[in-house]
């Protein structure tokens, strides 16, 4: 696998979006990867093709296990206090799978950064090169200040913030947003009812 660091931004949502299918932020739906088929569809909904992956099998029960695991490193990076512990946190994590970089040229034929992953690395030590690239990415573009937790009342969801304004509240705003929005809604229609 070839991990653009051009695009970092694809490391930086897996990042957070892993963490947040944890049970302890999805307290109502519980682990939103309870199993192999779950992390198959995760991954395809990122577009990611893993190397470990390539022959078209199924992660194992260990290997989500292994991902399990890597969801609590990434979290814990997206949760760094300082610009220096998440570079630290981000490095240790491309570690795990990512080579040096190689310049190559990309299917319009310009030349791009790209970080191959070791032969035979593991989904999760793919995953964690992904992620540590992406996050390493966009401390370097965008700063550590864009790394939040979610503003939403009683969420305990991360992400980075990689849109343009950078002004993203929401770890899902299609959820954690629209659920605030309903609620401030039905809170102003008690309070017209009531005048």
Avoid: K
């Amino acid at each position: 696998m070839r991990i653009s660091i051009t695009d970092y931004a694809v490391g930086a949502a897996v990042a957070g979006d892993l963490a947040n299918t944890s049970p302890t932020v999805r307290t109502t739906t519980g682990d939103a990867l309870p199993s192999p088929e779950a992390l198959t569809r995760f991954l395809a909904g990122h577009g990611l093709r893993l190397d470990a992956l390539a022959d078209g099998r199924s992660p194992t029960a260990d290997e989500v296990h292994e991902v399990h695991l890597l969801r609590r490193e990434a979290r814990g990076v997206v949760e760094t206090e300082t610009e220096e512990q998440a570079v630290a946190g981000a490095a240790v994590l491309a570690g795990r799978a990512a080579l040096g970089p190689l310049l190559d040229r990309d299917a319009g034929g310009r030349w791009q950064w790209y970080v191959p992953t070791a032969p035979g690395a593991s989904p999760a030590e793919e995953l964690a090169a992904i992620i540590g690239v992406g996050l390493l990415g966009a401390v370097r573009a965008l700063g550590h200040g864009r790394f939040r937790a979610c503003a939403a009342p009683g969420c305990r969801g991360v992400f980075v913030d990689t849109s343009r304004g950078g002004r993203r509240v929401y770890c899902a705003p299609d959820l954690c947003g629209n659920r605030l929005n309903v609620a401030n809604h039905r809170a102003r229609h008690r309070l017209d009812s009531t005048r």
